[in-house]
């Protein structure tokens, strides 16, 4: 077996953006949607906090969709880049025996022996097998890919009559549906152009005389940096439609702020 380690990592999920967040099980609250990468059960866990609406919920499933495909890149980590699963957790349908088969899953990853890299990843060694008598495990090996046994069951909101539910699995609804038809239309790359530029003209409101450097990651992507007299305002990347903050970027010291008046304007542009 080999040794290499595998990591897990919290990214709150709005608007597009994908953020960070300190590996707590406290920010997995109500009013959050959170997917948590988890490279050992080669899932990705989302989270649906019961304030969440479904117009919310449906984008960042679509989200969650693309980070299951291509991972996420994290400094000069790039994890969950072979992810089988996405399992749904919806804090307002915990009844749901499937969703409460994840809610525990979840919530296991918290409690297992792990190395902190930062504040934001945990990585988990691969575990030793014990020594068993070879003849009784022959046909042991195989026993960690009975795990994957979730297909695409996570549209479990449909058991429940729930008026919140039904959105997820039926695009047509009346209000939300007419927006996400107009965005389809547009192509991922312009709507993240879009939202690095609302970033930039909101810096320039807040600070003067800052200035942009463009850099290529080690995946050879193009990354911004966002530069003023103090030091580094921010660094970012565009992920197809996802405008991705780096988790160092502190903008100045005024970071929920301005992170707060991005959303809104994202928001109010509905991309």
């Known amino acids: 077996m080999s040794g290499k380690p595998s990591y897990a990592l919290m990214l709150q999920i709005e608007h597009g953006e994908k953020v960070p967040l300190p590996f707590k099980q406290e ?5 959050n949607i959170v997917a948590t990468i988890d490279e050992q059960n080669s899932a990705l866990y989302l989270w649906f906090g019961k304030e969440c609406s479904d117009v919310v919920k449906r984008s960042a499933l679509r989200t969650a969709q693309s980070i299951k495909k291509s991972g996420f890149a994290y400094g000069q980590l790039h994890i969950g880049h ?3 699963d996405i399992k749904i957790v919806d804090e307002s349908n915990l009844n749901d025996p499937e969703i409460q088969r994840n809610h525990e899953e979840l919530t296991a990853i918290f409690k297992r022996k792990f190395t902190m890299k930062d504040q934001f990843v945990m990585e988990i060694g ?3 097998a014990a020594p068993q008598p070879a003849e009784k495990q022959a046909h042991v090996p ?3 890919e009975p795990k994957i ?8 909101p449909q058991l429940a009559p729930s008026v919140e539910e039904a959105p997820l699995e039926q695009p047509v609804a009346p209000k939300p549906t007419s927006s996400k038809v107009v965005t389809t239309g547009i192509e991922p790359e312009l709507v993240g152009q879009v939202k ?7 810096l320039a409101s807040k600070f003067s005389g800052f200035q942009l450097k463009t850099t290529l990651s080690s995946d050879g992507e193009p990354v911004y940096e966002f530069l003023s007299s103090g030091g580094t305002l921010c660094k970012a990347s565009l992920d197809g439609s996802d405008l991705v903050i780096y988790p160092e970027s502190e903008f100045g010291g ?8 991005l959303k809104k304007k994202v928001g109010s542009l509905s991309l």
């Open 27 to 31: 920010n997995l609250s109500s009013s």
């Open 82 to 84: 072979d992810l089988r």
């Open 126 to 128: 691969r575990p030793q």
């Open 142 to 144: 195989p026993m960690p």
């Open 149 to 156: 046994i979730v297909p695409k069951p996570t549209a479990a």
């Open 196 to 202: 690095l530029g609302l970033l930039s003209v909101l």
């Open 254 to 261: 005024r970071r929920e702020e301005i992170i707060a008046a």
